[in-house]
Protein backbone atom coordinates (compact mmCIF):
# COMPACT_ATOMS: atom_id res chain seq x y z
CA UNK A 1 0.00 0.00 0.00
CA UNK A 2 1.09 3.70 -0.59
CA UNK A 3 0.06 7.49 -0.67
CA UNK A 4 -2.34 7.78 -3.84
CA UNK A 5 -1.54 11.50 -5.02
CA UNK A 6 -2.41 13.35 -8.07
CA UNK A 7 0.63 14.28 -10.13
CA UNK A 8 1.73 17.78 -8.86
CA UNK A 9 -0.22 18.18 -5.72
CA UNK A 10 0.32 17.26 -2.21
CA UNK A 11 -3.60 16.38 -1.74
CA UNK A 12 -3.89 12.81 -0.93
CA UNK A 13 -6.50 10.10 -2.25
CA UNK A 14 -7.64 7.73 1.05
CA UNK A 15 -10.32 5.42 1.72
CA UNK A 16 -13.19 7.81 2.25
CA UNK A 17 -14.89 5.43 4.97
CA UNK A 18 -11.31 4.55 7.08
CA UNK A 19 -9.08 7.00 5.77
CA UNK A 20 -6.59 4.07 4.89
CA UNK A 21 -4.11 4.32 2.47
CA UNK A 22 -5.26 2.85 -1.29
CA UNK A 23 -3.45 0.57 -3.07
CA UNK A 24 -4.07 0.59 -7.39
CA UNK A 25 -4.77 -2.15 -8.71
CA UNK A 26 -6.38 -2.24 -12.77
CA UNK A 27 -8.35 0.74 -13.33
CA UNK A 28 -9.60 0.66 -9.15
CA UNK A 29 -8.05 1.80 -6.11
CA UNK A 30 -8.56 -0.72 -3.03
CA UNK A 31 -8.75 -0.17 0.37
CA UNK A 32 -7.51 -3.58 2.38
CA UNK A 33 -8.74 -2.21 5.59
CA UNK A 34 -12.89 -1.91 4.52
CA UNK A 35 -12.06 -4.26 1.80
CA UNK A 36 -13.73 -2.17 -0.62
CA UNK A 37 -12.91 -1.12 -4.16
CA UNK A 38 -13.38 2.15 -6.16
CA UNK A 39 -12.95 2.20 -10.15
CA UNK A 40 -10.80 4.61 -12.00
CA UNK A 41 -13.06 5.97 -14.62
CA UNK A 42 -12.66 7.48 -17.79
CA UNK A 43 -9.52 9.97 -17.81
CA UNK A 44 -8.20 8.38 -14.16
CA UNK A 45 -10.95 9.96 -12.32
CA UNK A 46 -11.68 7.94 -9.20
CA UNK A 47 -14.84 7.53 -8.18
CA UNK A 48 -15.10 7.17 -4.22
CA UNK A 49 -18.75 6.22 -3.68
CA UNK A 50 -18.57 2.79 -2.81
CA UNK A 51 -21.68 1.65 -0.95
CA UNK A 52 -21.02 0.21 2.72
CA UNK A 53 -24.02 -1.52 4.05
CA UNK A 54 -24.72 0.87 7.30
CA UNK A 55 -22.74 3.72 6.41
CA UNK A 56 -26.15 5.52 5.16
CA UNK A 57 -29.39 5.61 6.81
CA UNK A 58 -31.95 4.92 4.14
CA UNK A 59 -33.48 8.33 4.49
CA UNK A 60 -29.74 9.89 4.15
CA UNK A 61 -28.85 7.55 1.16
CA UNK A 62 -32.10 8.54 -0.16
CA UNK A 63 -31.41 12.44 -0.05
CA UNK A 64 -27.66 11.85 -1.28
CA UNK A 65 -30.03 10.10 -4.50
CA UNK A 66 -32.28 13.28 -4.82
CA UNK A 67 -29.06 15.15 -5.14
CA UNK A 68 -27.34 13.30 -7.78
CA UNK A 69 -30.50 12.64 -9.65
CA UNK A 70 -31.45 16.35 -9.61
CA UNK A 71 -27.35 17.46 -10.95
CA UNK A 72 -27.78 14.83 -13.54
CA UNK A 73 -31.03 16.29 -15.35
CA UNK A 74 -29.44 20.14 -15.10
CA UNK A 75 -26.57 18.49 -17.31
CA UNK A 76 -28.95 16.75 -19.71
CA UNK A 77 -30.74 20.00 -19.92
CA UNK A 78 -28.18 22.05 -20.48
CA UNK A 79 -26.96 19.33 -23.81
CA UNK A 80 -30.61 19.72 -25.00
CA UNK A 81 -30.71 23.40 -25.01
CA UNK A 82 -26.94 23.87 -26.73
CA UNK A 83 -25.85 25.90 -23.62
CA UNK A 84 -23.88 22.75 -21.87
CA UNK A 85 -20.17 24.32 -22.90
CA UNK A 86 -21.03 27.51 -21.72
CA UNK A 87 -22.45 26.97 -18.91
CA UNK A 88 -19.38 25.84 -16.36
CA UNK A 89 -20.68 27.45 -13.03
CA UNK A 90 -23.90 26.39 -10.96
CA UNK A 91 -24.37 29.54 -8.46
CA UNK A 92 -26.05 32.87 -7.61
CA UNK A 93 -23.54 35.15 -9.04
CA UNK A 94 -23.05 38.49 -7.81
CA UNK A 95 -23.66 42.34 -9.35
CA UNK A 96 -23.46 45.22 -7.83
CA UNK A 97 -26.23 48.28 -8.44
CA UNK A 98 -23.24 49.71 -10.62
CA UNK A 99 -23.04 46.72 -13.13
CA UNK A 100 -25.41 46.54 -16.47
CA UNK A 101 -26.69 43.52 -17.28
CA UNK A 102 -23.85 40.76 -17.48
CA UNK A 103 -22.13 40.70 -20.50
CA UNK A 104 -21.67 36.82 -20.83
CA UNK A 105 -23.09 33.74 -19.46
CA UNK A 106 -20.57 33.03 -16.61
CA UNK A 107 -19.90 36.85 -15.99
CA UNK A 108 -21.60 36.93 -12.44
CA UNK A 109 -20.50 33.61 -11.53
CA UNK A 110 -17.13 34.36 -12.03
CA UNK A 111 -18.05 37.83 -9.79
CA UNK A 112 -18.95 35.66 -7.11
CA UNK A 113 -16.12 33.64 -6.58
CA UNK A 114 -13.89 36.84 -7.31
CA UNK A 115 -15.63 38.63 -3.92
CA UNK A 116 -15.02 34.61 -2.28
CA UNK A 117 -11.10 35.09 -2.60
CA UNK A 118 -10.70 38.81 -1.98
CA UNK A 119 -8.06 39.59 0.47
CA UNK A 120 -6.71 35.93 0.24
CA UNK A 121 -3.08 34.86 -1.47
CA UNK A 122 -3.55 31.63 -3.09
CA UNK A 123 0.08 31.63 -4.96
CA UNK A 124 1.25 28.31 -4.73
CA UNK A 125 -1.82 26.78 -2.65
CA UNK A 126 -3.06 23.20 -3.09
CA UNK A 127 -6.84 23.52 -3.19
CA UNK A 128 -9.93 21.32 -2.40
CA UNK A 129 -13.20 22.56 -3.94
CA UNK A 130 -15.86 20.71 -2.14
CA UNK A 131 -19.13 20.28 -4.76
CA UNK A 132 -16.86 21.55 -7.52
CA UNK A 133 -20.08 21.28 -9.74
CA UNK A 134 -19.52 21.76 -13.43
CA UNK A 135 -15.80 23.23 -12.88
CA UNK A 136 -16.19 26.44 -13.25
CA UNK A 137 -14.42 27.75 -10.37
CA UNK A 138 -11.39 24.96 -10.63
CA UNK A 139 -10.80 26.42 -13.87
CA UNK A 140 -10.73 30.22 -12.86
CA UNK A 141 -8.30 29.29 -10.53
CA UNK A 142 -5.91 27.64 -12.26
CA UNK A 143 -6.36 30.53 -15.16
CA UNK A 144 -5.87 33.54 -12.62
CA UNK A 145 -4.70 32.56 -9.27
CA UNK A 146 -1.41 30.99 -9.76
CA UNK A 147 -2.45 27.78 -7.75
CA UNK A 148 -0.16 24.97 -7.59
CA UNK A 149 -2.74 22.49 -7.84
CA UNK A 150 -7.21 22.32 -7.66
CA UNK A 151 -8.84 19.27 -6.79
CA UNK A 152 -12.35 19.14 -7.68
CA UNK A 153 -15.14 16.55 -5.85
CA UNK A 154 -18.44 16.22 -6.59
CA UNK A 155 -21.19 14.17 -5.54
CA UNK A 156 -22.72 14.06 -9.06
CA UNK A 157 -20.62 11.50 -11.72
CA UNK A 158 -22.35 14.13 -14.69
CA UNK A 159 -20.54 17.18 -13.27
CA UNK A 160 -17.33 15.13 -13.13
CA UNK A 161 -17.32 13.74 -16.46
CA UNK A 162 -18.21 17.14 -17.86
CA UNK A 163 -15.40 18.86 -15.78
CA UNK A 164 -12.41 16.04 -17.27
CA UNK A 165 -14.17 16.62 -20.71
CA UNK A 166 -13.47 20.23 -20.61
CA UNK A 167 -10.39 20.33 -18.32
CA UNK A 168 -7.59 21.72 -20.07
CA UNK A 169 -5.21 22.30 -17.24
CA UNK A 170 -2.96 19.91 -16.04
CA UNK A 171 -3.16 20.91 -12.55
CA UNK A 172 -6.84 20.36 -12.10
CA UNK A 173 -8.18 16.74 -11.04
CA UNK A 174 -11.00 15.71 -10.82
CA UNK A 175 -12.98 13.15 -8.33
CA UNK A 176 -16.53 11.98 -7.60
CA UNK A 177 -16.99 12.11 -3.64
CA UNK A 178 -18.96 12.46 -0.62
CA UNK A 179 -18.39 15.78 1.09
CA UNK A 180 -19.54 13.82 4.43
CA UNK A 181 -16.83 11.38 3.95
CA UNK A 182 -14.06 13.00 1.91
CA UNK A 183 -11.45 10.52 0.73
CA UNK A 184 -8.65 13.38 1.11
CA UNK A 185 -6.20 12.46 3.58
CA UNK A 186 -5.78 14.42 6.98
CA UNK A 187 -3.91 17.92 6.71
CA UNK A 188 -3.06 18.08 2.99
CA UNK A 189 -4.81 21.07 1.51
CA UNK A 190 -3.97 24.39 2.03
CA UNK A 191 -7.37 25.42 1.21
CA UNK A 192 -11.04 24.15 1.12
CA UNK A 193 -13.60 25.68 -1.13
CA UNK A 194 -17.17 25.25 -1.07
CA UNK A 195 -19.95 27.18 -2.06
CA UNK A 196 -23.65 26.79 -2.58
CA UNK A 197 -23.92 22.96 -1.69
CA UNK A 198 -23.51 22.82 2.13
CA UNK A 199 -27.30 23.19 3.03
CA UNK A 200 -28.29 19.89 0.37
CA UNK A 201 -26.06 17.78 2.78
CA UNK A 202 -28.36 15.46 5.57
CA UNK A 203 -25.33 16.02 8.20
CA UNK A 204 -23.39 19.43 7.53
CA UNK A 205 -21.73 18.85 10.89
CA UNK A 206 -20.18 15.82 9.26
CA UNK A 207 -18.59 18.15 6.64
CA UNK A 208 -17.71 20.58 9.01
CA UNK A 209 -15.55 17.84 10.57
CA UNK A 210 -14.32 16.24 7.18
CA UNK A 211 -12.89 19.73 6.10
CA UNK A 212 -11.12 20.59 9.66
CA UNK A 213 -10.07 17.01 9.20
CA UNK A 214 -8.14 17.84 5.83
CA UNK A 215 -6.94 21.54 6.40
CA UNK A 216 -3.10 21.95 7.25
CA UNK A 217 -3.32 23.57 10.32
CA UNK A 218 -2.91 27.26 9.62
CA UNK A 219 -5.22 26.51 6.20
CA UNK A 220 -8.54 28.08 5.08
CA UNK A 221 -11.65 27.28 4.40
CA UNK A 222 -13.48 29.51 2.46
CA UNK A 223 -17.18 29.23 3.00
CA UNK A 224 -20.30 30.75 0.63
CA UNK A 225 -23.67 29.96 0.89
CA UNK A 226 -27.34 30.44 1.19
CA UNK A 227 -28.79 29.30 4.41
CA UNK A 228 -30.98 30.35 7.10
CA UNK A 229 -30.30 32.40 9.68
CA UNK A 230 -29.93 30.34 12.35
CA UNK A 231 -28.41 27.54 10.13
CA UNK A 232 -25.53 29.86 9.59
CA UNK A 233 -25.31 30.69 13.65
CA UNK A 234 -25.69 27.09 14.44
CA UNK A 235 -22.55 26.86 11.72
CA UNK A 236 -20.52 29.15 12.77
CA UNK A 237 -20.14 28.19 16.73
CA UNK A 238 -20.08 24.99 15.89
CA UNK A 239 -17.10 25.24 13.46
CA UNK A 240 -15.66 27.86 16.49
CA UNK A 241 -15.65 24.52 19.18
CA UNK A 242 -13.62 22.51 16.70
CA UNK A 243 -10.74 24.99 16.67
CA UNK A 244 -11.25 27.48 13.80
CA UNK A 245 -10.94 31.08 13.74
CA UNK A 246 -13.56 33.12 12.34
CA UNK A 247 -11.62 36.24 9.92
CA UNK A 248 -14.19 36.91 7.60
CA UNK A 249 -18.26 36.96 7.20
CA UNK A 250 -19.82 39.66 4.81
CA UNK A 251 -23.49 39.47 4.20
CA UNK A 252 -23.91 39.73 0.40
CA UNK A 253 -27.40 39.08 0.19
CA UNK A 254 -28.35 41.98 -1.54
CA UNK A 255 -25.57 41.95 -4.41
CA UNK A 256 -26.41 37.96 -5.01
CA UNK A 257 -30.63 38.90 -5.42
CA UNK A 258 -29.57 41.29 -8.44
CA UNK A 259 -27.56 38.79 -9.91
CA UNK A 260 -30.12 35.89 -9.87
CA UNK A 261 -32.71 39.21 -11.52
CA UNK A 262 -30.00 39.89 -13.94
CA UNK A 263 -29.68 36.46 -14.81
CA UNK A 264 -32.91 35.01 -14.78
CA UNK A 265 -33.64 34.64 -18.77
CA UNK A 266 -30.11 32.76 -19.09
CA UNK A 267 -31.08 30.56 -16.32
CA UNK A 268 -34.67 30.30 -18.65
CA UNK A 269 -32.65 29.91 -21.80
CA UNK A 270 -30.93 26.99 -20.53
CA UNK A 271 -33.98 24.52 -19.77
CA UNK A 272 -35.81 25.83 -23.59
CA UNK A 273 -39.06 27.17 -21.69
CA UNK A 274 -41.26 27.72 -18.45
CA UNK A 275 -43.07 24.54 -19.68
CA UNK A 276 -39.74 22.40 -19.17
CA UNK A 277 -37.89 23.93 -16.28
CA UNK A 278 -37.20 20.78 -13.47
CA UNK A 279 -39.06 22.48 -10.32
CA UNK A 280 -36.60 20.76 -8.20
CA UNK A 281 -33.40 22.38 -10.03
CA UNK A 282 -35.61 26.03 -10.50
CA UNK A 283 -36.33 26.62 -7.27
CA UNK A 284 -32.99 25.03 -5.82
CA UNK A 285 -31.45 28.34 -8.48
CA UNK A 286 -32.93 30.61 -6.83
CA UNK A 287 -34.80 32.28 -9.56
CA UNK A 288 -36.93 34.82 -9.13
CA UNK A 289 -40.14 33.96 -7.89
CA UNK A 290 -39.44 30.80 -6.26
CA UNK A 291 -39.53 30.30 -2.50
CA UNK A 292 -35.88 30.12 -1.97
CA UNK A 293 -35.49 33.84 -3.67
CA UNK A 294 -38.80 35.24 -1.87
CA UNK A 295 -37.21 33.83 1.71
CA UNK A 296 -33.46 35.65 0.81
CA UNK A 297 -35.57 38.80 0.07
CA UNK A 298 -37.57 38.37 3.41
CA UNK A 299 -34.62 37.97 5.40
CA UNK A 300 -35.25 34.27 6.38
CA UNK A 301 -32.55 32.84 4.96
CA UNK A 302 -28.91 35.22 4.41
CA UNK A 303 -25.69 34.88 1.52
CA UNK A 304 -22.87 35.25 3.52
CA UNK A 305 -18.79 34.70 2.78
CA UNK A 306 -17.03 33.63 5.49
CA UNK A 307 -13.42 32.47 5.67
CA UNK A 308 -12.29 30.27 8.74
CA UNK A 309 -8.69 29.30 9.28
CA UNK A 310 -7.83 25.95 11.36
CA UNK A 311 -5.53 27.14 13.68
CA UNK A 312 -2.01 26.52 13.84
CA UNK A 313 -1.97 24.34 16.90
CA UNK A 314 -4.48 21.93 15.87
CA UNK A 315 -3.11 18.57 13.89
CA UNK A 316 -4.63 15.16 12.94
Avoid at 41 to 47: A, I, N, Q, T
Avoid at 49 to 71: C, H, I, N, P
Avoid at 265 to 284: C, E, Y
Amino acid sequence: MHMIRWPVTGIVLVCPFCKSKLEAADRKLLCRECAVSYFIGDGGVPCMLAELQGQDSRMTAALKKDVMEMFTAYNRSLDESGLSRFSTFINWGFASEINHAPASVNRNSIRLLQECLDGLNLEGANILEVACGRGGSVRELCRSYGVRSVVGLDLTEANIAFCQLTNRYPKAYFCVGDAERLPIGSSCCDIVLNMEASDLYPSIKSFYDEVFRVLKPGGIFIYADDLPTRKFDDGERYLLELGFELLISRDITGEVLLSSDQVQMNRLAAFGSKNQVDTTIWHTMGVPGTLLYDEMKSGERKYKIMHFRKQAHHDE
